[in-house]
């Protein structure tokens, strides 16, 4: 199958993704012969920031990220340097 839901938190801590699952997808990567892989996820307001970053940043690459995230969040995430939701 190219789709596998996982019930967990994917993250271990706030600034690490969970091992177990990135050894998860690191293994249907390499069964499907693919380099990249999509995030799809409806991330609470509190883990949203590191979620996203830490997706970002890791070592496997990302195809395409797609999020739910409360109002706030993206007000954050679109906001200019200064404006009153940057930060």
């Given at each position: 199958?190219?789709?596998?839901?996982?019930?967990?938190?994917?993250?271990?801590?706030?600034?690490?993704?969970?091992?177990?699952?990135?050894?998860?997808?690191?293994?249907?990567?390499?069964?499907?012969?693919?380099?990249?892989?999509?995030?799809?996820?409806?991330?609470?307001?509190?883990?949203?920031?590191?979620?996203?970053?830490?997706?970002?940043?890791?070592?496997?690459?990302?195809?395409s990220l797609t999020f739910t995230?409360?109002?706030?969040?993206?007000?954050?995430?679109?906001?200019?340097?200064?404006?009153?939701?940057?930060?």
């Amino acid at each position: 199958s190219n789709v596998t839901l996982i019930h967990k938190d994917i993250l271990a801590n706030k600034n690490k993704l969970d091992p177990e699952i990135m050894e998860v997808l690191r293994a249907k990567m390499a069964m499907h012969e693919v380099t990249s892989y999509s995030l799809i996820a409806n991330l609470p307001y509190d883990v949203s920031s590191s979620v996203i970053a830490n997706a970002i940043l890791h070592e496997i690459p990302v195809e395409s990220l797609t999020f739910t995230v409360q109002l706030e969040v993206a007000q954050r995430i679109l906001a200019s340097a200064g404006s009153k939701d940057y930060g």
